[in-house]
């Protein structure tokens, strides 16, 4: 065993593209001051490269206005930002079984805390929402829909759009957690009727972690949670209104979005398309190699399409946890185990509570990879 | 088997039990690990093994469990899989194989060592 081969990119994508890695440390080390807060020249320049990065971001998801980027730790954090800034008391909430805990947690709490209802749709037996369900779900009192556009467990890219004319429709506002799809499946807000997007970008964006940010549409308004300096309008004591200061508080991660810049660039000349292609190809890979063995069970059809490229599997007669270790001890290669923190997933599969075991190749992964993982996997169920 | 008490939920802890085994009383987490690895002993390693189903010990269960321990108490945690492998000159497949729990909750559980806080449950 001379290199781990790592088949852990749905939780970060590793290693990170050098130019990306380079491009941040270089322009770090030369502008690494703090954005937009101070009078000399070099503070204005970094504020250019978080307004730059904005405006990528903007583009990236189709929407109207790069001040309406807020800038956030992650997808989780962003979450927490849309979902605790646009409810109030007596609205309900529409979500879906697929949820990771990022979007069940803060709903769980703000119910328990008396301040919404909501209801979860399940998904079907491929992994789908079906936006008739989603539409059915919707209350009068209804003011917010939560949906993943790719399952982290099951793979399976859910239809926004469709999700999003019926919201549209019902003038109920659609937000998006793009943990999993953004930089691999395209989300155009404006076209689709996503009134928040929700994005990481230490994932398939090839960022480092702790970025990520939540996207704003002119017709959705959010009020802040968390309140600070925003480098405007110190005088008052109010929190600045405007966006994006309005959901910021504190100094950016500035290493962090010059990251995200140089990982959307990295992204761009590769293409969405063809990094989904190929990632979901060496899934399929995968799917056809572990179907020869009887004893594992994949989830759902990951081979297939409208699928990002990640397999969950379980083993007969082995604890998730002990075959990852078994992965990465005897065999050098990294996977994800357990509930993945969606355990309304493992409950529908039938994997609850000790979960399954996930592999995701990434930008780097290779066919001989994925024939490694697979002869493991066989060794593993001959022992 | 040794004694071992009825289990109870530990007041104001409703994720843990405490459990009375071969006259000590130990505290246990919600999935059976030991709260506190030292107040461990033979004698509740083999009843822990008895329960799960591995009615005798045998020198290589004990090399496994008492190189768990020792790793665990030099440094502070408890091995990984590179340390469980080259200490124990075995495939991580083989150590599976060797408690009827697997390693996490089989070795592991049975050598007194805290629940891993890991994203697995």
Known sequence: ?383 | MTDAGPSRPMSGHPNRKVREIDGRRIVFDGKGFMRHPEDWSEAVARHLAEESGLPELNQTHWQVIQFMRDYYFYHGRAPMNRDLKSGLNMTLMALEALFPGGIREGARRVAGLPNPKSCAG
């Not at chain 1, 699928?307 to 270790?325: E, F, N, R, Y």
């Open chain 1, 1 to 383: 065993m001379t290199q781990l081969i790592y088949l852990d990119n749905a939780a970060t994508t590793f290693p990170k593209p050098r130019s990306v890695i380079e491009a941040m440390c270089e322009t770090y080390q030369r502008v690494g001051v703090s954005p937009g807060r101070g009078s000399y020249d070099l503070s204005s320049e970094a504020q250019s490269l978080v307004e730059q990065t904005r405006g990528k971001i903007a583009r990236f998801f189709g929407a109207p206005d790069p001040e309406r980027v807020v800038f956030a730790a992650n997808a989780t954090d962003a979450l927490n930002l849309a979902i605790q800034g646009i409810v109030q008391p007596g609205d309900h909430v529409v979500s879906t079984t697929l949820e990771h805990n990022s979007v069940l947690r803060p709903l769980a709490h703000l119910q328990a805390a008396g301040v919404i209802g909501y209801d979860l749709v399940p998904f079907d037996d491929r992994g789908f929402i079906d936006p008739d369900n989603i539409e059915n779900a919707i209350r009068p009192n209804t003011r917010l829909v939560v949906v993943t556009q790719a399952s982290n467990v099951m793979g399976t890219i859910q239809p926004i759009e469709a999700i999003g004319r019926r919201c549209s429709e019902k003038g109920v506002c659609l937000l998006v957690d793009t943990a999993q799809s953004a930089g691999l499946v395209p989300l155009d807000m404006t076209a689709w009727h996503v009134g928040a997007v929700a994005f990481t970008g230490h994932k398939a964006l090839c960022g480092p972690t702790g970025i990520g940010g939540l996207v704003v549409h002119p017709d959705v308004d959010i009020q802040p949670t968390r309140f600070g300096g925003t480098g405007v309008d110190s005088k008052s004591l109010v929190h600045t209104g405007t966006y994006p200061h309005r959901l910021e508080a504190g100094t950016l991660n500035l290493m962090g979005i010059i990251g995200l810049s140089h990982g959307l660039d990295h992204i761009g000349a590769e293409g969405v398309g063809s990094i989904l292609a190929r990632e979901a190809g060496l899934a399929g890979q995968l799917c056809r190699g572990l179907r020869a063995i009887d004893s594992i069970r994949i989830f759902g059809e990951p081979e297939a399409a409208d699928h990002v490229g990640l397999v969950t599997v379980t083993m007969k007669d082995k604890h998730p946890q002990d075959l990852a270790d078994i992965l990465d001890g005897d065999f050098g290669i990294a996977v994800r185990a357990g509930l993945h923190c969606a355990p309304l997933v493992h409950i529908a599969m039938g994997s609850y509570p000790d979960g399954g075991v996930r592999f995701s190749p990434g930008p780097f992964s290779t066919a001989g990879d994925i024939d490694a993982a697979i002869a493991a996997m066989a060794a593993i169920a001959r022992f």
